[in-house]
């Protein structure tokens, strides 16, 4: 923290925010409520107030605090979630060279926001999907090792590829958490930094004897969407660029970028929200809570549901609970309807996974218990010990052609089409992606083909863009 800073005062936004209210001034600026309905906290760039993409004040001094409690170079706030950061963090990529264009390698379970980034920004993209068993939607397992053999290819004597950044995600929808630290290390071995959409665990920071935030563990720059696992208003997010970052530019860019993809309207409510995390923290027992859904997560499994995460041979987001349910008669969407009309309401559901995020703040043990009555209530409907019929949708998988860069078609004639074996050969002209970080079974600019269209068939997809003939 800064308190040897003499102008230090914890919370400086909320505290600038209590004294407006408490001053009762004549509301003559934006926004139009003048503070009726109970928005007497939501403001605009008053007097005082600070500026989110030219911050020299109180919203300055709360980034400082986060920064000193992330231990990070500096951190960002955004007021647009990991969606803006993301598209922030590519620009800062593209801005390392000059070269006219650029690629940036990616795992390709990106959320959409990194294929945006790059029609907006027009870089290249160059997928890595790691050769597995089976097709997952959600799931990229890279390790060190597979990302080495791919920089070797790419980068070998006499090889134009201008790579400018590996982008992974970490953790996961489902909650795999990938080597970070490894992955940094052989990323920085061929000079190029890595890029984390860290967008489901702001939280990894504050687990009592294990760090697990990747701006601890070697990435260059992080995104968090600190709504998602931290008492922050929805749309909160941090910018993090690490002490030994290869993304050590000057304040300005940065504030540019993020001004690119961001409104100049930015919501002091949220930021407000961002300036309490620290003294928020104090009160929140992430430890207890692991305990807790550790325990959880065993009752499930004697249930007979396979719950991910339980092994030890991978390491798994310790607040996401999820359930793998291919084969069991069962699907996930069937799974989220039920305990939804029990009034329990998940987080994402497919054929194949039902993902549900706790926290501390969950009730304990109401939600808890409320949760394993309905899941036992629900396992007569399930053969546990069927074979996963449905888990290998697509064998020995490869990523489809590319025949243009998502940035390359975004103006070209396009039309819906229905999804049947006439669309093999074309080439799609949007992506096909659900709104988490999740393998595209298409990205735009690609060619179809029998595994394009089984993995759509899979997960009930029934038209898709595609390029006019």
């Not at 500026?51 to 951190?75: H, M, N, P, V």
């Not at 929805?234 to 300005?252: P, Q, V, W």
């Not at 987080?347 to 218990?369: I, Q, R």
């Amino acid at each position: 923290m800064n308190k040897n800073n003499d102008n230090y005062i914890q919370s400086p936004v909320k505290r600038f925010i209590e004294d407006y209210k408490q001053a009762n001034k004549v509301r003559l600026h934006m926004p139009g409520h003048k503070g009726a309905f109970g928005y007497d906290g939501d403001i605009t760039e008053i007097t005082g107030a600070d500026s989110l993409y030219e911050a020299d004040g109180i919203i300055a001094e709360s980034e400082k605090q986060t920064s000193d409690l992330f231990g990070t170079y500096r951190t960002f706030y955004g007021t647009e979630g990991s969606s803006q950061l993301i598209k922030a963090m590519c620009f800062l990529a593209v801005q390392r060279s000059s070269s006219d264009r650029l690629v940036i390698l990616a795992a390709r379970n990106a959320h959409k926001s990194f294929i945006y980034a790059s029609m907006l920004l027009g870089f290249d993209i160059k997928w890595i999907s790691p050769k597995r068993d089976s097709y997952s939607l959600c799931k990229c397992d890279l390790s060190a090792s597979e990302l080495e053999e791919v920089l070797k290819n790419e980068m070998k004597p006499g090889t134009d590829t201008n790579l400018a950044a590996v982008y992974i995600t970490s953790p996961d929808y489902l909650g795999n958490i990938l080597d970070i630290k490894g992955l940094a290390s052989v990323a920085h071995q061929f000079g190029l930094p890595l890029m984390v959409d860290n967008a489901h665990g702001a939280y990894l920071k504050f687990l009592e004897g294990s760090d697990l935030h990747p701006v601890s563990l070697g990435a260059d720059i992080v995104c968090d969407s600190a709504h998602k696992t931290l008492p922050v208003l929805t749309g909160g997010a941090y910018l993090h660029i690490s002490k030994d970052s290869l993304f050590i530019d000057s304040e300005n860019i940065v504030r540019k970028a993020l001004l690119m993809f961001g409104s100049t309207s930015p919501s002091y409510q949220i930021l407000e929200s961002l300036d309490m995390v620290p003294e928020r923290l104090g009160k929140l027992h992430f430890g207890e809570t692991v305990i807790r859904i550790a325990e959880l997560k065993r009752n499930l499994a004697e249930m007979g549901y396979r719950v991910c995460g339980t092994s030890d041979d991978m390491l798994y987001e310790p607040l996401k609970i999820t359930i793998e349910l291919s084969g069991t008669g069962i699907d996930g969407v069937s799974i989220l309807s039920l305990l939804s009309k029990s009034g329990i309401e998940c987080e994402y559901a497919d054929p194949d996974y039902l993902v549900t995020m706790w926290s501390p703040y969950n009730e304990y043990p109401g939600d808890y218990d409320r949760f394993l009555d309905k899941m036992r209530e629900i396992t007569s409907g399930l053969s546990p010990n069927a074979e996963k019929e449905e888990s290998n949708i697509i064998e020995d998988y490869t990523l489809p052609e590319v025949k243009y860069q998502p940035y390359e078609i975004m103006y070209k004639p396009h039309f819906t089409e229905q999804l049947d074996d006439s669309l093999i050969g074309r080439v799609a002209a949007d992506t096909m992606i659900s709104c988490p970080p999740a393998i595209a079974p298409i990205v735009a600019g690609e060619v179809i083909d029998e595994n394009v269209l089984k993995v759509l068939k899979h997960y009930k997809i029934k038209t898709l863009e595609v390029l006019k003939v």
